[in-house]
Protein backbone atom coordinates (compact mmCIF):
# COMPACT_ATOMS: atom_id res chain seq x y z
CA UNK A 1 0.00 0.00 0.00
CA UNK A 2 1.54 3.52 -0.88
CA UNK A 3 2.37 5.40 1.88
CA UNK A 4 2.09 9.09 1.94
CA UNK A 5 4.06 11.48 4.46
CA UNK A 6 1.17 12.47 5.78
CA UNK A 7 0.98 8.81 7.08
CA UNK A 8 4.16 9.45 9.60
CA UNK A 9 2.41 11.93 11.49
CA UNK A 10 0.41 9.83 13.49
CA UNK A 11 3.69 8.22 14.67
CA UNK A 12 6.50 11.02 14.41
CA UNK A 13 4.07 14.87 14.58
CA UNK A 14 3.42 17.06 12.30
CA UNK A 15 6.67 19.22 13.02
CA UNK A 16 9.04 16.42 12.02
CA UNK A 17 7.46 16.38 8.73
CA UNK A 18 7.01 20.06 8.08
CA UNK A 19 10.71 20.01 8.76
CA UNK A 20 11.67 17.47 6.49
CA UNK A 21 9.36 19.21 3.84
CA UNK A 22 11.29 22.73 4.68
CA UNK A 23 14.59 21.14 4.32
CA UNK A 24 13.69 19.59 0.98
CA UNK A 25 12.19 22.54 -0.79
CA UNK A 26 15.52 23.42 -1.90
CA UNK A 27 16.26 20.64 -3.70
CA UNK A 28 12.69 19.99 -5.40
CA UNK A 29 13.34 19.12 -8.54
CA UNK A 30 16.50 17.24 -8.02
CA UNK A 31 18.01 14.11 -9.58
CA UNK A 32 19.12 11.40 -7.00
CA UNK A 33 20.30 7.94 -8.01
CA UNK A 34 20.73 5.67 -5.95
CA UNK A 35 23.14 2.74 -6.69
CA UNK A 36 23.37 -0.95 -4.88
CA UNK A 37 24.04 -4.69 -5.43
CA UNK A 38 20.55 -5.85 -4.68
CA UNK A 39 16.68 -5.54 -4.40
CA UNK A 40 16.08 -7.69 -1.87
CA UNK A 41 18.19 -9.18 1.40
CA UNK A 42 20.17 -6.98 3.49
CA UNK A 43 20.13 -3.66 5.16
CA UNK A 44 20.62 -1.08 2.03
CA UNK A 45 18.04 -2.60 -0.32
CA UNK A 46 15.48 -2.43 3.54
CA UNK A 47 16.54 0.89 3.59
CA UNK A 48 16.37 2.16 0.04
CA UNK A 49 12.84 0.53 -0.25
CA UNK A 50 11.48 3.35 1.84
CA UNK A 51 14.22 5.98 0.68
CA UNK A 52 13.09 6.69 -2.85
CA UNK A 53 9.14 6.89 -2.93
CA UNK A 54 9.88 9.40 0.48
CA UNK A 55 12.91 11.46 -1.24
CA UNK A 56 10.10 11.52 -4.71
CA UNK A 57 7.62 12.28 -2.89
CA UNK A 58 9.50 15.53 -1.02
CA UNK A 59 9.54 16.55 -5.31
CA UNK A 60 13.17 15.23 -5.52
CA UNK A 61 13.39 12.59 -9.22
CA UNK A 62 14.92 9.77 -7.23
CA UNK A 63 16.06 6.47 -8.82
CA UNK A 64 16.59 2.90 -7.51
CA UNK A 65 19.18 1.25 -9.79
CA UNK A 66 20.96 -1.85 -9.48
CA UNK A 67 24.28 -3.56 -10.62
CA UNK A 68 23.80 -7.19 -12.52
CA UNK A 69 26.67 -9.27 -11.51
CA UNK A 70 27.70 -13.26 -12.09
CA UNK A 71 28.21 -15.26 -9.65
CA UNK A 72 32.36 -14.26 -10.00
CA UNK A 73 31.89 -10.63 -9.30
CA UNK A 74 29.55 -11.80 -6.30
CA UNK A 75 32.23 -13.73 -4.49
CA UNK A 76 35.03 -10.83 -5.41
CA UNK A 77 32.29 -8.48 -3.41
CA UNK A 78 31.90 -10.77 -0.87
CA UNK A 79 35.70 -10.84 -0.39
CA UNK A 80 35.50 -6.95 -0.62
CA UNK A 81 33.03 -7.42 2.23
CA UNK A 82 34.72 -9.43 4.14
CA UNK A 83 38.11 -7.97 3.73
CA UNK A 84 36.34 -4.45 4.61
CA UNK A 85 35.52 -6.04 8.00
CA UNK A 86 38.91 -7.22 9.02
CA UNK A 87 39.06 -10.81 7.46
CA UNK A 88 42.23 -12.19 6.44
CA UNK A 89 41.43 -12.24 2.27
CA UNK A 90 43.28 -12.97 -0.54
CA UNK A 91 42.48 -10.15 -3.21
CA UNK A 92 43.45 -11.59 -6.85
CA UNK A 93 43.92 -10.20 -10.30
CA UNK A 94 41.80 -12.39 -11.78
CA UNK A 95 39.32 -10.80 -8.96
CA UNK A 96 39.95 -7.45 -9.45
CA UNK A 97 39.34 -8.37 -13.43
CA UNK A 98 36.17 -9.59 -12.23
CA UNK A 99 35.12 -6.58 -10.41
CA UNK A 100 35.91 -4.30 -12.92
CA UNK A 101 34.62 -5.68 -16.13
CA UNK A 102 31.15 -6.58 -14.47
CA UNK A 103 31.04 -3.11 -13.32
CA UNK A 104 32.37 -1.76 -16.64
CA UNK A 105 29.40 -3.86 -18.26
CA UNK A 106 26.88 -1.96 -15.77
CA UNK A 107 28.41 1.37 -16.51
CA UNK A 108 27.37 1.11 -20.03
CA UNK A 109 23.77 0.95 -19.33
CA UNK A 110 23.74 3.30 -16.64
CA UNK A 111 26.19 5.71 -17.66
CA UNK A 112 23.08 8.21 -18.89
CA UNK A 113 21.46 8.42 -16.42
CA UNK A 114 24.28 8.74 -13.71
CA UNK A 115 26.30 11.27 -15.34
CA UNK A 116 23.37 13.93 -15.83
CA UNK A 117 21.98 13.25 -12.08
CA UNK A 118 22.48 16.12 -9.45
CA UNK A 119 23.21 13.21 -6.87
CA UNK A 120 24.67 9.46 -7.37
CA UNK A 121 24.35 7.36 -3.89
CA UNK A 122 26.68 4.97 -4.50
CA UNK A 123 26.20 2.16 -1.51
CA UNK A 124 28.75 -0.22 -0.21
CA UNK A 125 32.04 -1.24 -2.66
CA UNK A 126 30.01 -3.06 -5.14
CA UNK A 127 29.38 0.02 -7.54
CA UNK A 128 32.06 2.30 -6.40
CA UNK A 129 34.15 1.46 -9.41
CA UNK A 130 31.19 3.43 -11.58
CA UNK A 131 32.71 6.68 -10.78
CA UNK A 132 35.95 6.69 -12.74
CA UNK A 133 33.93 5.83 -15.65
CA UNK A 134 31.85 8.19 -15.49
CA UNK A 135 34.09 10.62 -16.53
CA UNK A 136 31.13 12.96 -17.35
CA UNK A 137 29.60 13.59 -14.80
CA UNK A 138 27.81 16.93 -13.34
CA UNK A 139 26.62 15.82 -10.19
CA UNK A 140 27.96 15.02 -6.66
CA UNK A 141 28.76 11.26 -6.27
CA UNK A 142 28.87 10.57 -2.27
CA UNK A 143 29.80 6.74 -1.17
CA UNK A 144 27.36 5.84 1.01
CA UNK A 145 30.03 2.72 2.87
CA UNK A 146 26.91 0.73 5.32
CA UNK A 147 29.97 -2.05 6.60
CA UNK A 148 32.07 -1.80 9.76
CA UNK A 149 35.25 -0.72 7.96
CA UNK A 150 36.99 0.28 10.90
CA UNK A 151 39.81 -2.69 10.48
CA UNK A 152 39.90 -3.55 6.91
CA UNK A 153 42.19 -5.52 5.60
CA UNK A 154 44.82 -3.56 3.60
CA UNK A 155 45.01 -4.92 0.36
CA UNK A 156 41.25 -4.90 0.30
CA UNK A 157 41.22 -1.18 1.25
CA UNK A 158 44.02 -0.04 -0.77
CA UNK A 159 41.99 -1.01 -3.47
CA UNK A 160 38.83 0.40 -2.57
CA UNK A 161 40.10 3.64 -1.49
CA UNK A 162 41.43 4.44 -4.77
CA UNK A 163 38.15 3.54 -6.32
CA UNK A 164 36.17 6.06 -3.86
CA UNK A 165 39.02 9.06 -2.99
CA UNK A 166 37.48 11.08 -5.54
CA UNK A 167 33.88 11.08 -4.87
CA UNK A 168 32.99 14.23 -3.53
CA UNK A 169 31.68 13.09 -0.11
CA UNK A 170 31.51 9.51 2.00
CA UNK A 171 28.71 8.66 4.43
CA UNK A 172 29.81 5.85 7.55
CA UNK A 173 27.31 5.20 10.06
CA UNK A 174 29.62 5.77 13.14
CA UNK A 175 33.25 7.66 13.36
CA UNK A 176 35.14 4.80 14.08
CA UNK A 177 34.39 3.63 10.54
CA UNK A 178 35.66 6.61 8.94
CA UNK A 179 38.77 6.67 7.29
CA UNK A 180 41.60 8.91 6.10
CA UNK A 181 39.68 10.28 2.49
CA UNK A 182 40.53 13.13 0.50
CA UNK A 183 37.20 14.58 0.76
CA UNK A 184 34.32 15.11 3.60
CA UNK A 185 32.85 12.91 5.64
CA UNK A 186 29.82 12.56 7.31
CA UNK A 187 28.57 10.68 10.01
CA UNK A 188 24.70 9.25 9.47
CA UNK A 189 23.12 5.90 11.29
CA UNK A 190 20.69 4.11 9.60
CA UNK A 191 17.03 4.20 10.54
CA UNK A 192 13.51 1.88 10.20
CA UNK A 193 10.18 2.82 8.65
CA UNK A 194 7.68 2.13 10.96
CA UNK A 195 5.24 1.84 8.42
CA UNK A 196 6.76 -0.91 6.21
CA UNK A 197 5.55 -4.43 6.28
CA UNK A 198 8.45 -5.36 8.50
CA UNK A 199 7.24 -2.71 11.27
CA UNK A 200 3.73 -1.98 11.49
CA UNK A 201 1.40 -2.70 14.16
CA UNK A 202 -0.05 -6.48 13.63
CA UNK A 203 -3.24 -8.59 15.06
CA UNK A 204 -2.36 -10.59 17.57
CA UNK A 205 -4.17 -13.70 15.03
CA UNK A 206 -1.43 -12.76 12.51
CA UNK A 207 1.30 -13.21 15.19
CA UNK A 208 -0.32 -16.42 16.38
CA UNK A 209 -0.96 -17.66 13.19
CA UNK A 210 2.58 -17.52 12.05
CA UNK A 211 4.31 -19.35 14.86
CA UNK A 212 1.87 -21.77 14.67
CA UNK A 213 2.78 -22.43 10.69
CA UNK A 214 6.48 -23.15 11.82
CA UNK A 215 5.37 -25.14 15.06
CA UNK A 216 6.47 -22.67 17.19
CA UNK A 217 5.04 -22.78 21.06
CA UNK A 218 3.20 -18.80 21.52
CA UNK A 219 3.14 -20.23 25.70
CA UNK A 220 7.16 -20.83 26.04
CA UNK A 221 9.88 -18.55 25.70
CA UNK A 222 11.24 -17.59 22.26
CA UNK A 223 14.43 -16.41 21.48
CA UNK A 224 15.09 -15.19 18.00
CA UNK A 225 17.85 -14.10 15.47
CA UNK A 226 16.83 -12.67 12.01
CA UNK A 227 19.15 -12.86 9.52
CA UNK A 228 20.97 -13.61 6.63
CA UNK A 229 23.09 -16.82 7.08
CA UNK A 230 26.43 -15.06 8.01
CA UNK A 231 29.22 -15.81 9.81
CA UNK A 232 29.98 -12.30 10.96
CA UNK A 233 25.97 -12.81 12.52
CA UNK A 234 27.51 -15.73 14.45
CA UNK A 235 24.25 -17.76 14.46
CA UNK A 236 26.74 -20.82 15.96
CA UNK A 237 27.34 -18.83 18.80
CA UNK A 238 23.40 -18.24 19.30
CA UNK A 239 23.18 -21.61 19.61
CA UNK A 240 26.04 -22.41 21.46
CA UNK A 241 24.28 -19.36 24.20
CA UNK A 242 21.13 -21.18 23.42
CA UNK A 243 22.54 -24.72 24.76
CA UNK A 244 24.08 -23.42 27.39
CA UNK A 245 20.69 -22.69 29.04
CA UNK A 246 20.44 -26.37 29.18
CA UNK A 247 16.46 -26.46 28.53
CA UNK A 248 15.75 -24.04 31.31
CA UNK A 249 12.80 -21.97 31.43
CA UNK A 250 12.02 -24.01 28.38
CA UNK A 251 12.98 -22.03 25.78
CA UNK A 252 12.62 -22.40 22.27
CA UNK A 253 15.52 -20.81 19.63
CA UNK A 254 14.28 -18.95 16.25
CA UNK A 255 17.58 -18.66 13.98
CA UNK A 256 15.01 -16.68 10.65
CA UNK A 257 17.03 -15.71 7.83
CA UNK A 258 17.11 -15.77 3.81
CA UNK A 259 19.82 -15.23 1.52
CA UNK A 260 20.35 -11.77 -0.42
CA UNK A 261 21.32 -12.01 -3.95
CA UNK A 262 24.62 -10.41 -3.79
CA UNK A 263 25.69 -12.74 -0.89
CA UNK A 264 26.75 -16.13 -2.15
CA UNK A 265 28.15 -17.71 1.27
CA UNK A 266 24.28 -18.41 2.61
CA UNK A 267 23.90 -21.44 1.61
CA UNK A 268 27.34 -22.98 3.60
CA UNK A 269 26.67 -21.37 6.44
CA UNK A 270 23.35 -22.69 6.70
CA UNK A 271 24.70 -25.81 6.44
CA UNK A 272 27.20 -25.17 9.60
CA UNK A 273 24.05 -24.02 11.36
CA UNK A 274 22.12 -27.47 11.25
CA UNK A 275 25.40 -29.30 11.70
CA UNK A 276 25.43 -26.98 15.14
CA UNK A 277 21.88 -27.37 16.20
CA UNK A 278 22.05 -31.17 15.73
CA UNK A 279 18.33 -32.17 15.44
CA UNK A 280 17.53 -30.25 18.86
CA UNK A 281 13.57 -29.66 18.28
CA UNK A 282 13.47 -27.02 20.18
CA UNK A 283 15.70 -24.99 17.80
CA UNK A 284 13.96 -23.52 14.89
CA UNK A 285 16.10 -22.80 11.38
CA UNK A 286 13.73 -21.11 9.03
CA UNK A 287 14.65 -19.88 6.01
CA UNK A 288 12.66 -17.78 4.47
CA UNK A 289 11.84 -15.86 1.30
CA UNK A 290 12.91 -12.54 0.43
CA UNK A 291 9.41 -11.10 1.09
CA UNK A 292 8.60 -12.52 4.37
CA UNK A 293 8.38 -8.69 6.03
CA UNK A 294 5.43 -9.85 7.92
CA UNK A 295 6.60 -12.90 8.71
CA UNK A 296 9.63 -11.67 10.19
CA UNK A 297 7.37 -8.67 11.60
CA UNK A 298 5.28 -11.24 13.32
CA UNK A 299 9.05 -13.29 14.61
CA UNK A 300 10.03 -10.34 16.20
CA UNK A 301 6.90 -9.60 18.42
CA UNK A 302 6.12 -12.77 19.63
CA UNK A 303 10.22 -12.72 20.64
CA UNK A 304 10.42 -12.99 24.05
CA UNK A 305 13.76 -11.89 23.97
CA UNK A 306 15.43 -10.74 20.66
CA UNK A 307 19.25 -11.41 19.71
CA UNK A 308 21.57 -10.44 17.49
CA UNK A 309 25.05 -11.54 18.36
CA UNK A 310 26.70 -10.19 15.71
CA UNK A 311 30.79 -10.33 15.62
CA UNK A 312 30.89 -7.04 13.30
CA UNK A 313 27.84 -5.22 12.12
CA UNK A 314 27.78 -2.11 10.18
CA UNK A 315 24.45 -1.20 11.77
CA UNK A 316 22.03 -3.59 12.40
CA UNK A 317 18.42 -2.92 11.33
CA UNK A 318 17.83 -5.83 12.73
CA UNK A 319 18.40 -4.75 16.42
CA UNK A 320 15.98 -1.34 15.86
CA UNK A 321 13.70 -3.60 14.36
CA UNK A 322 13.10 -5.43 17.65
CA UNK A 323 13.63 -2.35 20.12
CA UNK A 324 10.39 -0.58 18.33
CA UNK A 325 8.50 -4.04 18.85
CA UNK A 326 9.99 -2.93 22.57
CA UNK A 327 12.09 -6.11 23.02
CA UNK A 328 14.88 -6.29 24.75
CA UNK A 329 18.00 -6.88 22.14
CA UNK A 330 21.02 -9.14 23.56
CA UNK A 331 23.53 -7.84 20.92
CA UNK A 332 27.21 -8.52 20.06
CA UNK A 333 29.53 -5.69 21.72
CA UNK A 334 30.38 -4.13 18.31
CA UNK A 335 30.04 -1.59 15.57
CA UNK A 336 26.22 -0.27 15.14
CA UNK A 337 24.87 -2.51 17.88
CA UNK A 338 27.03 -0.44 20.26
CA UNK A 339 24.77 2.51 19.23
CA UNK A 340 21.83 1.06 19.76
CA UNK A 341 22.43 -1.43 22.86
CA UNK A 342 22.69 0.36 25.90
CA UNK A 343 23.26 -2.18 28.85
CA UNK A 344 20.44 -2.32 31.49
CA UNK A 345 18.54 0.37 29.17
CA UNK A 346 17.66 -1.03 25.80
CA UNK A 347 18.91 -4.35 25.87
CA UNK A 348 22.90 -6.00 26.76
CA UNK A 349 26.25 -5.86 24.98
CA UNK A 350 27.55 -8.74 25.14
CA UNK A 351 31.27 -10.56 23.62
CA UNK A 352 30.89 -14.70 24.13
CA UNK A 353 27.84 -17.18 24.43
CA UNK A 354 28.89 -17.30 27.57
CA UNK A 355 27.71 -13.71 28.22
CA UNK A 356 24.61 -14.50 26.05
CA UNK A 357 23.03 -16.79 28.14
CA UNK A 358 23.83 -15.80 31.21
CA UNK A 359 21.78 -12.25 30.30
CA UNK A 360 18.86 -14.73 28.62
CA UNK A 361 18.80 -16.03 31.41
CA UNK A 362 18.76 -12.63 33.96
CA UNK A 363 16.24 -11.63 32.11
CA UNK A 364 14.03 -14.79 31.58
CA UNK A 365 13.81 -15.05 35.52
CA UNK A 366 12.87 -11.22 35.75
CA UNK A 367 9.66 -10.62 33.03
CA UNK A 368 9.21 -7.17 34.72
CA UNK A 369 12.74 -5.96 33.86
CA UNK A 370 12.16 -7.22 29.85
CA UNK A 371 8.95 -4.81 29.56
CA UNK A 372 10.92 -1.98 31.38
CA UNK A 373 13.64 -2.23 28.97
CA UNK A 374 11.65 -2.83 26.26
CA UNK A 375 9.52 0.28 26.60
CA UNK A 376 13.15 2.00 26.65
CA UNK A 377 14.23 0.57 23.76
CA UNK A 378 10.93 1.67 21.62
CA UNK A 379 11.68 5.37 22.80
CA UNK A 380 15.10 5.05 21.91
CA UNK A 381 14.32 4.11 18.62
CA UNK A 382 11.46 6.65 17.74
CA UNK A 383 13.89 9.66 18.95
CA UNK A 384 16.88 8.70 16.92
CA UNK A 385 16.62 5.69 14.51
CA UNK A 386 13.43 6.60 12.28
CA UNK A 387 13.06 7.18 8.76
CA UNK A 388 12.46 10.85 8.79
CA UNK A 389 15.73 11.62 11.01
CA UNK A 390 17.79 9.86 8.60
CA UNK A 391 16.01 11.39 5.50
CA UNK A 392 16.52 14.59 7.04
CA UNK A 393 20.28 14.52 7.16
CA UNK A 394 20.46 13.15 3.88
CA UNK A 395 19.04 16.04 2.58
CA UNK A 396 20.92 18.39 4.41
CA UNK A 397 24.05 16.79 3.56
CA UNK A 398 23.03 17.26 0.02
CA UNK A 399 22.48 20.30 -0.02
CA UNK A 400 25.40 21.68 1.82
CA UNK A 401 27.06 19.35 -0.77
CA UNK A 402 25.23 21.46 -3.58
CA UNK A 403 26.22 25.04 -1.70
CA UNK A 404 29.92 23.97 -1.68
CA UNK A 405 29.54 24.36 1.89
CA UNK A 406 30.56 20.27 2.47
CA UNK A 407 33.91 21.05 4.53
CA UNK A 408 32.03 23.09 7.37
CA UNK A 409 28.81 20.71 7.64
CA UNK A 410 28.37 17.58 9.56
CA UNK A 411 25.11 15.96 8.88
CA UNK A 412 23.71 14.22 12.31
N1 LIG B 1 16.07 -9.45 6.62
C1 LIG B 1 15.06 -9.96 5.85
N2 LIG B 1 15.04 -11.27 5.59
C2 LIG B 1 15.98 -12.11 6.09
C3 LIG B 1 17.03 -11.58 6.88
C4 LIG B 1 17.05 -10.23 7.12
O1 LIG B 1 14.16 -9.23 5.39
O2 LIG B 1 15.90 -13.28 5.85
C5 LIG B 1 16.08 -8.00 6.86
C6 LIG B 1 16.11 -7.62 8.32
O3 LIG B 1 14.80 -7.62 8.85
C7 LIG B 1 16.75 -6.25 8.23
C8 LIG B 1 17.72 -6.41 7.08
O4 LIG B 1 17.25 -7.47 6.28
O5 LIG B 1 15.80 -5.28 7.87
C9 LIG B 1 19.12 -6.74 7.57
O6 LIG B 1 19.76 -5.58 7.92
P1 LIG B 1 20.94 -5.57 8.97
O7 LIG B 1 21.44 -4.18 9.05
O8 LIG B 1 20.47 -6.17 10.26
O9 LIG B 1 22.03 -6.56 8.38
P2 LIG B 1 22.70 -6.75 6.91
O10 LIG B 1 22.02 -7.93 6.31
O11 LIG B 1 22.50 -5.50 6.13
O12 LIG B 1 24.12 -7.06 7.23
Known amino acids: MKKTLTDYEKIIGPVAISKLRQVARDLKGASV???????????????????????????????????????????????FHNGLQGNDVILTDRMIRAYEDTVAGNADRLRPVLQDADFVVIHDPQPAFLHELCPDKSGRWIWRCHIDASHPNRAV????????????????????????????????????????????????????????????????PILCQISRFD???????VIKAFNLLNGSFNAQLVLA?????????????????????????NIHILMLPPDAHRIINALQRASTIVIQKSLQEGFGLTVTEAMWKCK?????????????????????????????????????????????IGQTAKEFVKENYLCNRH??????????LRKGLANHLIAG
Open 328 to 372: PVIGGNTGGIRLQVHNHHTGFLVDTPEGAALRIRKLLYQPDVISK
Open 33 to 79: VHVNSTREGGGVAEILFWMIPLMRELGLDALWEVIEGNAEYFNTTKT
Open 231 to 237: RFKDPIG
Open 157 to 220: WNYLRSKVNNFDASIFSMPDFAHKLDHPQFIIAPSIDPLSDKNIELSDKEIKDTLQNFNIDPNR
Open 391 to 400: LREYLTLMLG
Open 257 to 281: GGGATDDPEGAAVLEEVHRAANGNK
